[in-house]
């Protein structure tokens, strides 16, 4: 870059924070992972500034929004993307030209794409598809019921099992989990109870009913070694959607496709070739 963008935060009155970098014509709407998740600030917003470069460069503003604070018990992943749509309308004017959702937030994506076809222009949703694996959901419950019991440990160890699944890493996720736990449940950035909900409900996420009514280009990113998006239900995601474009990373990871700066390039280059 050729010097500090300037970083525009902000809280709308629904309670969802936000940052926005660049001042292009096209309006990018991004919503990032979970369960948890926060606007990043301070090295992790340079990184992520960084990430986002190839689409300030062609002219888009890239607003970084959270969930909102204090979600309900039993707030659905319908009910997110519900709200993400009234930010669209409240704070984007009413229109996203691109929303890139990694992870939860492209689970997110999908519905806001599906329930609010008014609002979005194209969608990216990266390292996520229309359902949660069964080791995802063993995964996301048991984080859910260790937070809910106030055991940071186990919820530490747990959600360490995002980057470092299976048993040969058992013992690294039992050294790092009092750290980790510390981290999820220290309500500094959100409350613990919204990573309960969101934890909660990747059980019942099933976006695959919903997805024919998308009138959107997607393009889906996703790596062949993902534990909670695997390919079978990643190809299941592409057949629904009217017009999807497949992007598959061979021999890549959930964190890898979530975190790769590849991965905005191929997202400009699916869509300019579409």
């Known amino acids: 870059m050729a010097g500090r963008t300037v970083v525009r935060r902000g809280t709308s009155a629904a309670g969802m924070d936000h940052a926005s970098w660049g001042d292009g014509d096209l309006t990018l709407l991004y919503i990032g992972g979970g369960p948890g998740g926060t606007v990043p600030s301070g090295r992790l ?5 960084r990430w986002f470069e190839p689409f300030t460069t062609a002219g888009h503003t ?3 929004v959270s969930r909102r604070r204090g979600m309900p018990a039993g707030h659905t992943v319908e009910d997110v993307a519900d709200d993400y749509a009234r930010f669209v309308r409240d704070e984007l004017g009413g229109r996203a030209d691109l929303v ?6 492209g689970m997110v994506a999908l519905l806001l794409a599906a329930r609010h076809p008014d609002l979005v222009g194209r969608v990216a949703v990266v390292a996520a598809a229309a359902e949660v694996s069964d080791w995802g959901k063993d995964v996301d419950d048991r984080l859910a019921q260790a937070l809910a019991r106030g055991d940071r440990t186990a919820a530490g160890a747990t959600f360490a099992e995002y ?11 039992r050294l790092v989990g009092p750290l ?10 959100y409350p613990p109870s919204d990573v309960v909900v969101e934890a909660r409900s990747e059980l019942v996420y099933d976006a695959r009913a919903a997805l024919p009514a998308i009138r959107a280009p997607v393009v889906l990113l996703c790596g062949d070694e993902d534990p909670f998006f695997p390919p079978d ?3 299941r995601t592409a057949a629904l959607i009217p017009d999807c474009t497949l992007v598959p990373y061979p021999g890549r990871g959930h964190l890898w496709v979530g975190s790769s700066r590849q991965v905005p390039r191929d997202v400009l280059t699916a869509f300019d070739g579409a």
Not at 180 to 189: D, Q
């Open 100 to 105: 890139v959702g990694v992870s939860y937030g």
């Open 45 to 49: 917003g340079r990184g992520t500034e």
């Open 62 to 64: 890239v607003w970084y």
């Open 180 to 189: 980790v736990g510390r981290m999820v449940g220290s309500g500094t950035h």
């Open 233 to 235: 239900v990643v190809a």
């Open 163 to 173: 980057a470092l699944p299976g048993r040969a890493w058992g013992w690294l996720r």
